[in-house]
């Protein structure tokens, strides 16, 4: 496996762990109200947000530059 290749892989995977964590921290605000919880759900959507645009410029980016 390349390097880019285990790059795009590892962010795949961050995208993935952000949205649970999202999801749980949402679900724990629905049965606990805590502006915590709230908080950390809206982070981690911001922060997968995030992971997407950057993945999606770092494939643009090899595609443009012919790395394989």
């Given at each position: 496996m390349?390097?880019?290749?285990?790059?795009?892989?590892?962010?795949?995977?961050?995208?993935i762990?952000?949205?649970?964590?999202?999801?749980?921290?949402?679900?724990?605000?629905?049965a606990?109200?805590?502006?915590?919880?709230?908080?950390?759900?809206?982070?981690?959507?911001?922060?997968?947000?995030?992971?997407?645009?950057?993945?999606?410029?770092?494939?643009?980016k090899?595609?443009?530059?012919?790395?394989?």
């Amino acid at each position: 496996m390349s390097l880019k290749n285990f790059h795009i892989l590892f962010i795949s995977v961050s995208v993935i762990l952000t949205v649970y964590f999202g999801s749980w921290a949402f679900s724990n605000y629905r049965a606990t109200p805590t502006m915590t919880y709230l908080a950390l759900g809206i982070a981690s959507v911001m922060i997968g947000a995030a992971l997407v645009v950057y993945e999606m410029a770092f494939i643009r980016k090899c595609r443009r530059d012919g790395i394989q």
